[in-house]
């Protein structure tokens, strides 16, 4: 399966602010988060996003079969 982007410029922007902005949280203020497992999934959830933004790809949006990018 090749990897076809599917997300346009808008949608990776606001993908890229949450997934620096979780990512963030996620590392540099554990200590508003008591339970580590959530700090994770924050993290992982931050990391996902910015994945996305560097690729211009989501799986989800693959799976569902949407795209928001302009052709």
Do not use: H
Not at 24 to 35: E, S, V
Not at 51 to 66: E, H
């Amino acid at each position: 399966m090749a990897i076809k982007s599917n997300l346009c410029l808008l949608d990776r922007l606001v993908r890229g602010g949450i997934g620096i902005g979780v990512t963030g949280f996620a590392l540099f203020n554990g200590d508003m988060i008591d339970d580590v497992f959530i700090e994770i999934l924050l993290g992982i959830f931050g990391g996902l996003n910015l994945i996305s933004l560097a690729f211009g790809w989501c799986p989800v949006y693959q799976v569902a079969g949407i795209s928001t990018r302009q052709d």
